[in-house]
């Protein structure tokens, strides 16, 4: 099977109630890293019941932007990945979509996650020197509040489209 997407520029603005808290509950939380991991304002969190799998798994290529997003020089961003090394899975769909891992960050580092990702794509864009699409899930957290954004389309047109996110206090 692949995986692939003919959307070109859909984005979804919608309101949710997941917050970090929630993450820190759920039963794939790595306890044993309790302290750092709530030190960050951007995680990497797992699917949970994708395709009736018991275990929380990643999309293909998680590994490769988690360590993308280390790498990354910006003292605002704190960014790690909700799961022990232990638990960690990655589904490997063979995918024409990029599908970057889902996220749930602070509104201030939004427009630095939406670079991250943009730069991550444009490194992918010319290894293969094709068109792709891609697939973001972002969960932001301003107060007490959160919206989920969801961006699938062309990865080229990525940073372009989330930039035209203005007031997300609406």
Do not use: W
Not at 29 to 52: S, V
Not at 94 to 101: E, N, Y
């Amino acid at each position: 099977m692949i995986h692939e997407s003919n959307k070109t520029n859909d984005l979804i603005i919608q309101e949710s109630n997941l917050n970090f808290s929630d993450i820190y509950s759920k039963p794939y939380f790595p306890k044993e890293f309790e302290e750092d991991l709530k030190k960050a304002n951007l995680l990497l969190i797992p699917y949970e019941g994708f395709r009736n799998l018991e275990k929380p798994v990643f999309p293909e290529e998680t590994m490769k932007f988690y360590e993308f997003l280390k790498e990354y020089e910006n003292e605002e961003l704190v960014g790690d990945i909700c799961i022990s090394d232990e638990e960690y899975v990655e589904l490997e769909l063979h995918a024409d979509l990029i599908t970057i891992a889902s996220m749930i960050l602070v509104h201030g580092v939004l427009p630095i996650a939406v670079n991250l990702i943009s730069n991550f794509l444009s490194e992918k864009i010319k290894k293969r020197n094709t068109q792709l699409k891609v697939k973001v899930h972002m969960t932001i957290i301003d107060g007490e509040k959160s919206k989920t954004i969801s961006y699938e389309g062309d990865a080229d047109k990525f940073k372009e489209t989330m930039n035209t996110i203005n007031d997300f206090n609406k």
